[in-house]
Protein backbone atom coordinates (compact mmCIF):
# COMPACT_ATOMS: atom_id res chain seq x y z
CA UNK A 1 0.00 0.00 0.00
CA UNK A 2 1.05 3.22 -0.88
CA UNK A 3 2.16 5.53 2.07
CA UNK A 4 0.94 8.74 0.27
CA UNK A 5 -2.88 9.52 0.66
CA UNK A 6 -4.83 12.59 -0.05
CA UNK A 7 -6.68 13.92 3.37
CA UNK A 8 -9.94 12.70 1.56
CA UNK A 9 -8.73 9.33 1.76
CA UNK A 10 -7.61 9.34 5.33
CA UNK A 11 -11.11 10.42 6.41
CA UNK A 12 -12.54 7.89 4.51
CA UNK A 13 -10.52 5.14 5.92
CA UNK A 14 -10.91 6.70 9.63
CA UNK A 15 -14.64 7.11 9.10
CA UNK A 16 -14.60 3.16 7.81
CA UNK A 17 -12.43 2.51 10.91
CA UNK A 18 -14.37 3.55 13.14
CA UNK A 19 -17.62 2.04 11.88
CA UNK A 20 -15.69 -1.81 12.09
CA UNK A 21 -14.98 -0.55 15.64
CA UNK A 22 -19.08 -0.21 16.11
CA UNK A 23 -19.46 -3.38 14.36
CA UNK A 24 -16.79 -5.18 16.62
CA UNK A 25 -17.96 -4.01 20.21
CA UNK A 26 -21.73 -4.50 18.99
CA UNK A 27 -20.59 -8.00 18.01
CA UNK A 28 -18.90 -8.51 21.59
CA UNK A 29 -22.02 -6.63 23.33
CA UNK A 30 -23.94 -9.91 22.12
CA UNK A 31 -21.51 -12.23 22.60
CA UNK A 32 -20.67 -11.38 26.43
CA UNK A 33 -22.75 -12.80 29.14
CA UNK A 34 -21.13 -10.71 31.92
CA UNK A 35 -23.46 -7.87 32.58
CA UNK A 36 -20.59 -5.14 33.59
CA UNK A 37 -19.05 -6.31 29.76
CA UNK A 38 -21.83 -5.73 27.62
CA UNK A 39 -22.32 -2.38 29.51
CA UNK A 40 -18.60 -1.43 28.53
CA UNK A 41 -18.83 -2.39 24.87
CA UNK A 42 -22.22 -0.90 24.51
CA UNK A 43 -20.93 2.31 25.78
CA UNK A 44 -17.74 2.00 23.32
CA UNK A 45 -20.08 1.34 20.22
CA UNK A 46 -21.61 4.88 21.37
CA UNK A 47 -18.44 6.58 21.50
CA UNK A 48 -16.91 5.04 18.34
CA UNK A 49 -20.35 6.26 16.96
CA UNK A 50 -19.57 9.79 17.97
CA UNK A 51 -16.13 9.46 16.77
CA UNK A 52 -17.48 8.68 13.38
CA UNK A 53 -19.61 11.59 13.39
CA UNK A 54 -17.50 14.34 14.21
CA UNK A 55 -14.86 12.51 11.17
CA UNK A 56 -17.85 13.07 8.64
CA UNK A 57 -18.39 16.74 10.33
CA UNK A 58 -14.74 17.35 8.94
CA UNK A 59 -15.02 15.43 5.36
CA UNK A 60 -18.11 17.77 5.46
CA UNK A 61 -16.52 21.20 6.04
CA UNK A 62 -17.97 21.74 9.34
CA UNK A 63 -15.29 22.03 11.84
CA UNK A 64 -13.64 25.22 10.98
CA UNK A 65 -10.82 26.81 11.37
CA UNK A 66 -7.26 24.22 11.10
CA UNK A 67 -8.71 21.98 8.95
CA UNK A 68 -6.43 20.91 5.81
CA UNK A 69 -7.77 20.58 1.78
CA UNK A 70 -9.38 17.69 1.35
CA UNK A 71 -7.14 16.77 -1.92
CA UNK A 72 -3.62 17.66 0.24
CA UNK A 73 -1.55 14.37 -0.15
CA UNK A 74 -0.02 13.55 3.08
CA UNK A 75 3.30 11.04 3.54
CA UNK A 76 2.66 10.44 7.37
CA UNK A 77 2.47 6.18 7.48
CA UNK A 78 -0.93 6.77 8.30
CA UNK A 79 -2.59 4.45 6.45
CA UNK A 80 -0.42 1.68 8.42
CA UNK A 81 -2.61 2.45 11.56
CA UNK A 82 -5.63 2.37 9.59
CA UNK A 83 -5.31 -1.60 8.03
CA UNK A 84 -5.57 -3.79 10.99
CA UNK A 85 -7.47 -7.24 10.54
CA UNK A 86 -10.91 -7.93 11.10
CA UNK A 87 -12.52 -9.97 14.08
CA UNK A 88 -12.81 -13.81 12.30
CA UNK A 89 -16.30 -15.48 13.69
CA UNK A 90 -14.34 -18.50 15.47
CA UNK A 91 -11.86 -16.20 17.82
CA UNK A 92 -11.97 -16.78 21.55
CA UNK A 93 -13.15 -13.98 23.75
CA UNK A 94 -9.97 -13.37 24.92
CA UNK A 95 -8.05 -13.26 22.11
CA UNK A 96 -11.30 -10.66 20.78
CA UNK A 97 -10.50 -8.50 23.64
CA UNK A 98 -6.94 -8.25 22.51
CA UNK A 99 -7.48 -7.76 18.56
CA UNK A 100 -9.45 -4.91 19.95
CA UNK A 101 -6.91 -3.30 22.40
CA UNK A 102 -4.85 -3.00 18.85
CA UNK A 103 -7.43 -1.75 17.14
CA UNK A 104 -7.44 1.18 19.72
CA UNK A 105 -3.80 1.50 20.14
CA UNK A 106 -3.59 1.75 16.50
CA UNK A 107 -6.76 4.35 16.17
CA UNK A 108 -4.46 6.13 19.33
CA UNK A 109 -1.84 6.64 17.00
CA UNK A 110 -3.75 7.31 14.32
CA UNK A 111 -5.29 10.58 15.36
CA UNK A 112 -2.11 11.44 17.15
CA UNK A 113 0.28 11.18 13.73
CA UNK A 114 -2.91 12.98 12.19
CA UNK A 115 -3.70 16.01 14.74
CA UNK A 116 0.25 16.33 14.38
CA UNK A 117 -0.07 17.73 10.45
CA UNK A 118 -2.85 19.96 11.23
CA UNK A 119 -2.10 23.78 12.22
CA UNK A 120 -3.23 24.65 15.64
CA UNK A 121 -6.65 25.09 16.21
CA UNK A 122 -10.33 23.57 16.49
CA UNK A 123 -9.63 20.16 14.34
CA UNK A 124 -6.66 19.77 16.06
CA UNK A 125 -7.77 19.85 19.23
CA UNK A 126 -10.30 17.35 18.01
CA UNK A 127 -8.12 15.09 16.54
CA UNK A 128 -5.94 15.21 20.00
CA UNK A 129 -9.30 14.28 22.21
CA UNK A 130 -10.10 11.52 19.92
CA UNK A 131 -6.85 9.98 19.94
CA UNK A 132 -6.96 10.30 24.16
CA UNK A 133 -10.54 9.16 23.76
CA UNK A 134 -8.96 6.11 21.65
CA UNK A 135 -6.55 5.70 24.31
CA UNK A 136 -8.97 5.52 27.32
CA UNK A 137 -10.89 2.72 24.83
CA UNK A 138 -7.75 0.93 24.92
CA UNK A 139 -7.25 0.57 28.42
CA UNK A 140 -11.20 -0.70 29.06
CA UNK A 141 -10.37 -3.51 26.50
CA UNK A 142 -7.10 -4.61 28.19
CA UNK A 143 -8.85 -4.43 31.84
CA UNK A 144 -11.72 -7.04 30.00
CA UNK A 145 -8.76 -8.82 28.36
CA UNK A 146 -7.53 -9.46 32.10
CA UNK A 147 -10.65 -10.39 33.38
CA UNK A 148 -11.38 -13.06 30.93
CA UNK A 149 -7.79 -14.11 30.87
CA UNK A 150 -6.97 -14.40 33.90
CA UNK A 151 -10.20 -15.16 36.25
CA UNK A 152 -9.98 -14.94 39.79
CA UNK A 153 -10.24 -18.50 41.11
CA UNK A 154 -11.85 -19.26 44.87
CA UNK A 155 -8.58 -19.10 46.34
CA UNK A 156 -7.87 -15.62 45.09
Avoid: C, W
Avoid at 32 to 42: E, G, H, L
Avoid at 51 to 66: I, T
Avoid at 80 to 100: G, S
Avoid at 123 to 137: G, I, Y
Amino acid sequence: MANKLTVGEVLERAIQREIESQDLYSELSRKMTDDAAKTAFRQLYRQEKGHQKRLEQYQRGKLGSGTLSYGRVVDYKIAEYLDQPALPPDMKLKDAFLLAANREKASHTFYVSFAAIHPAGQVRRLLEDLAAQELEHKQRVEFLFTEVAFPQTDGG
